[in-house]
């Protein structure tokens, strides 16, 4: 009876725990951007409401996944340097002084990717196992999960 226990809190345990990321995280954009690439430190102003336009000129939302999504805390620790809680205290602050509001949140991957392929003002993050295979998006930055 008592190894049964033991199951039962192995599993749900194991049932809670967050899915791991394999692979890489991909930057994207719509494909009608001449930009080709983007530095992590610029990723990273977008990500934190530092600057809202790409070195063209072009203005950009960020656009982040829920709070759910593995995708999201990887990306920030890699991009932003902050962890889940640091990334909303960042942003409760310039909310709450009146100099930003964050990022626009979407449910998960595929979501982000159909609103990034119909609209150019915008840039996200997508596990690239979800890329799809035309040119819907541009890669602009891609994360080793491993690096991470």
Do not use: Q
Not at 15 to 40: D, F, M, T, W
Not at 57 to 84: A, Q
Not at 94 to 105: D, H, Q, R, S, V
């Amino acid at each position: 009876m008592r190894y049964c226990k033991l199951i039962i809190v192995i599993l749900v345990v194991f049932a809670n725990y967050p899915r791991v990321v394999a692979g890489e995280i991909a930057l994207i954009i719509h494909p009608s951007h001449k930009l080709e690439s983007i530095s992590i430190d610029l990723a990273s102003a977008i990500y934190l409401g530092k600057t809202k336009a790409l070195p063209d000129g072009t203005m950009v939302h960020p656009i982040d996944l829920s709070d759910d999504e593995p995708s999201r805390d990887l990306f920030h620790r890699y991009i932003t340097r902050k962890n889940k809680y640091k990334y909303k205290a960042h942003w409760y602050r310039l909310a709450f002084t009146g100099k930003g509001l964050p990022p626009e949140t979407v449910v998960d991957d595929d979501e982000m990717i159909e609103l990034i392929s119909s609209s150019k003002g915008y840039i996200g993050y997508v596990d690239a196992s979800a890329l799809p295979d035309d040119e819907s998006v541009k890669i602009l930055l891609t994360i080793p999960t491993k690096a991470i």
